[in-house]
């Protein structure tokens, strides 16, 4: 069964920085997008940051300059730098996959995992 288990989650004040990880871990065949969302303040998850099996990435304007998103070859460990983090950054952080599991069906499945609380303080 495939799982996406992240971790680095935690508390700090403005300006700190965190790095958030997420790990793949069940038989697959290959995973085609990994991204990060977090839940905004209508418990929408909007998109943060994904990265695609080329390595492309792309990083919502919100974030960009101080988030980055990068992982291994096969995208089974992707992790979110959080640089210079803010206030309104505060959320609950979830790990998403576009991956084909192993076995006869080649159509990729969208995986979530459990989400990481990030709180940043004033």
């Known amino acids: 069964q495939v799982q996406l288990v992240e971790s680095g989650g935690g508390s700090v004040q403005a300006g700190e920085s965190l790095k958030l990880s997420c790990v793949v871990s069940?038989?697959?065949?290959?995973?085609?997008?990994m991204a990060w969302y977090r839940q905004n303040s209508k418990n929408q998850r909007e998109l943060v940051a994904d990265?695609?099996?080329?390595?492309?990435?792309t990083v919502d304007d919100s974030v960009k300059g101080r988030f980055s998103i990068g992982g291994d070859a096969p995208l089974r460990t992707v992790y979110l730098q959080m640089n210079n983090l803010e206030p309104e950054d505060s959320s609950i952080y979830y790990c998403?996959?576009?991956?084909?599991?192993?076995?006869?069906?080649?159509?990729?499945?969208?995986?979530w995992g459990q989400g990481t609380q990030v709180s940043v303080s004033a």
């Open positions: 998403n996959g576009g991956i084909i599991p192993y076995g006869i069906d080649t159509r990729t499945v969208d995986y």
């Open positions: 069940g038989a697959i065949r290959s995973i085609n997008r």
């Open positions: 990265i695609i099996r080329t390595g492309a990435t």
